[in-house]
T-cell receptor, first 115, second 112 residues
């Protein structure tokens, strides 16, 4: 079965600092990869996704993620965070052939950006 | 605009009562999903449906049931609520099962 690990559970940064959130998955086949964000009191929304092609994908609000197949990783990055990026971030994976068409989510990373 | 709504947004109930959480989407998506969100666990899949009359169990389906009588709705029923079912419940839908899921605003359920 597929699983997703997010190693950073809580991250606190100052505005303008750079961000990198780790995501690793366990599945050897072809995967679709997602990062979702949940702002305080709001529902989850898609930040970016990777299905195939260029392993560096860009999403909304200046976020990007890099798929490294050899490391089973899909880390999220942002060069300069803003206070408004305070939210919980979830990595999710769908193993297209063996995942039963279901998403598996990581446990989430709570990001707090301080002024 | 198309959307996905959930009701109620907040509910308090007692142990042993039957509770139904509503999910309604106007995206006309065939695929619908129910998750629960708990601290330290992220989102876990409860049930899902790929179309009318189709329902499937997810990883934490015990104590829950769903039915799909039309494209727009996938109500989630807790047959006999337990304190362990206190959680935030999210409904989602997608065009293709493997693609982006669109989430509702969530229902915060407290079982006393």
């Amino acid at each position: 079965a597929q699983s997703v690990s997010q190693h950073n559970h809580h991250v606190i940064l100052s505005e303008a600092a750079s961000l990198e959130l780790g995501c690793n998955y366990s599945y050897g086949g072809t995967v679709n990869l997602f990062w979702y964000v949940q702002y305080p009191g709001q529902h989850l929304q898609l930040l970016l996704k990777y299905f195939s092609g260029d392993p560096l994908v860009k999403g909304i609000k200046g976020f990007e993620a890099e798929f490294i197949k050899s490391k089973f990783s899909f880390n999220l990055r942002k060069p300069s965070v803003q206070w408004s990026d305070t939210a919980e971030y979830f990595c999710a994976v769908n193993a297209r052939a063996g995942g039963g068409n279901k998403l598996t989510f990581g446990t989430g990373t709570q990001l707090k950006v301080e002024l | 605009d198309a959307e996905i709504t959930q009701s109620p947004r907040h509910k308090i109930t007692e142990t042993g009562r039957q509770v139904t959480l509503a999910c309604h989407q106007t995206w006309n998506h065939n695929n619908m999903f129910w998750y629960r969100q708990d601290l330290g666990h992220g989102l876990r899949l409860i049930h899902y449906s790929y179309g009318v009359q189709d329902t499937n169990k997810g990883e934490v389906s015990d104590g829950y049931s769903v039915s799909r009588s039309n494209t727009e709705d996938l109500p989630l029923t807790l047959e006999s609520a337990a304190s362990s079912q206190t959680s935030v419940y999210f409904c989602a839908s997608s065009i293709v099962p493997t693609d982006t899921q669109y989430f509702g605003p969530g229902t915060r359920l407290t079982v006393l």
